[in-house]
């Protein structure tokens, strides 16, 4: 067996494996959407149903249950102003982390990374309360400031790595030429990190598009986002399979669709500074 025959056996067998990968991790969202195409009696039905009687009843009484576009408006509002918030205190303090560290950098970058690591629902009580005392209950404003906090850290060391790629040798000859700290920001190291920025701002948005937990206890009609729309259709009746998959899909399908059009930006991001 010649080298090129192997490389075509083994290039087959990556593509081969990849698809089979491809499949199992989509395979629970196209079985979603199936599902809200059923009743409920076929959406429950053993073994499964692959061929039925498609209907677009769930999407109607969802329709009419729960007004899908003002909860649509709120996860919108809610993701790209804690995005842009998060943006607007990450990127200063990742330059400052980058180009002027100092003997407690690492500490102190460990330490806002350790902050993941605390349960949500430890900080429940005293956030609930701070936001009844300010009232701020049952408002985009609170989801905005507690999503952007909860994505900061990460969000800075992302910023921060892309900072660390970029040549010193181009700061310095700004520095030389006479440009202070917030010129070289602006003109030298936004231009050439934008890839990186615009991917770690698309993740921050999925991320803010999926939290549920702060959504939910946080909120109750006005704010309340998609994620705790998809929350209500959990009943002590039981779940109703077919109808939460409808308000999935429609819970899902913006964010989706959003990430299609951004795939380029956000390549060119992940990929920022692998070569040099």
């Known amino acids: 067996m010649t080298y090129k025959t192997k490389q075509k056996i083994t290039h087959r ?33 053993v073994p499964p149903l692959f061929v039925f009687d498609f209907t677009f009843e769930n999407y109607s009484l969802v329709n009419e249950r729960s007004d899908y576009f003002h909860h649509a408006m709120n996860s919108i509002i809610t993701s790209f102003g804690a995005t842009l918030l998060s943006l607007i205190i990450a990127v200063p303090a990742a330059y400052s982390f980058a180009f002027s560290p100092t003997k407690n950098t690492k500490d102190v970058l460990l330490w806002m ?3 993941k690591m605390l349960p949500a629902v430890g900080v429940l009580v005293p956030i609930y309360l701070m936001a009844q005392k300010f009232g701020l209950l049952d408002t985009k404003t609170v989801l905005i400031i507690i999503f952007a906090l909860m994505n900061l850290p990460i969000i800075i060391w992302m910023l921060f790595s892309y900072f660390k790629d970029l040549p010193k040798d181009i700061l310095e000859a700004c520095s030389l030429d006479g440009a202070n700290y917030l010129q070289e920001l602006r ?15 698309l993740l921050s ?67 920022f500074g692998a070569v040099k």
Do not use: R
């Open 13 to 45: 067998i990556l593509v081969t494996l990849a698809w089979l990968i491809a499949i199992v991790f989509f395979f629970p969202i196209f079985w979603m959407i199936l599902t809200s195409f059923k009743t409920e009696l076929q959406a429950i039905a």
């Open 187 to 201: 003109h030298i190291v936004l231009p050439l990190s934008w890839g990186g920025i615009t991917s770690t701002g």
């Open 205 to 271: 948005i999925v991320l803010c598009w999926n939290e549920a937990f702060w959504s939910i206890n946080l909120t109750s009609a006005d704010a309340a986002t998609l994620t705790a729309l998809v929350a209500s259709y959990s009943s002590p009746e039981g779940l109703f399979w077919a109808k939460l998959s409808a308000i999935s899909t429609l819970a899902c399908a913006p964010i989706v669709v959003f990430g299609w059009f951004c795939q380029k930006q956000l390549v060119q991001g992940l990929t």
């Open 113 to 115: 990374l350790s902050t």
